[in-house]
């Protein structure tokens, strides 16, 4: 009977721990101790477009692959009560995609100088003040500069104006007078007076801003501004021509003016040019070979009068 009692006594109090859960006959209880220590090294975090990312480097964990991830320098992302800061990487990450490119283009290199003697590279500039013509110009424009190499050294460059990609707009006020001529990265400005008194007109003022990439040139902007010259003068009404004139606007940059035919007064309504008036390097050339025409009408003149009292017959008869 005792038996029968602790039997069902222990039968009872086996279901009782069953239904809640802290015993189970076949398990042994244990206590597990952990053999390592998981410690977090770095934490980076990635934002992107409507995704963020996060990499957990542990010490004693090795993960299955690693990922790459790129941080904006100029972003940054909060995660809980952490924050991470842009920091400054030495590698350099372009999307695929988006080309780089330069903030101020290299200009392209001067056109190449025509053969000597050819006027193909001579362009017909007018500046006009409503209906009116003030500045008329003719001329194969020139652009000498003294450049500084890669080399470190020095050397001239030449650029020539091409008249099909140049435009011309000027005007006139009292006794000044002005011409603009703009092209494909430049620009170039004539300003001229008038001298009453002396009834002459001449250049002024020169302006030339340029970018243009010469051969092994360090730099290619370039730009000078010369307001005392005193060139092309020519008298009131008349047209200045020269074969060849150049104009030093500083020691590094030259103005060649070729086959040039200038007049900025007193232009007619139809913009024709007046009487020619000749530079002095053309009145040079040509006075020499005056004298020489006039001398050699003078020793003509004297062997045909040679000749001619030659071939008289004497005026004495012999006996």
Known sequence: MKLAVLFLGALLELLAAQGKGNYCPHKKS???LPSFTVTPTATESTASTGTTSHRTTT???ISPEPT????NPFTTTSHGNATVHPTTSNST???PGSPTSSPH???PPPSPSPSPGSKADVGDYTGTNGSQPCVHLQAEIRIRILYPTQGGGKAWGISVLNPNKTKAQGGCEGAHAHLLLSFP???LSFGFKKEPPQSTVYLNYVAVEYNVSFPQAAEWTFSVQNSSLRELQAPLGQSFSCRNQSIILSPAFHLDLLFLKLQAAHLSPSGAFGPSF???SDQSILLPLIIGLIALGLLTMVLVTFCIFRRR???YQPL
């Open 185 to 187: 990265y430049g620009q």
């Open 93 to 95: 990450a372009t999307s």
């Open 105 to 107: 283009p290299r200009p």
């Open 313 to 315: 017959p004497p005026t």
């Open 30 to 32: 244990a206590t597990l």
């Open 68 to 71: 790459t991830a790129t941080q």
């Open 278 to 280: 000749s530079c002095p």
């Open 59 to 61: 010490t004693g964990t």
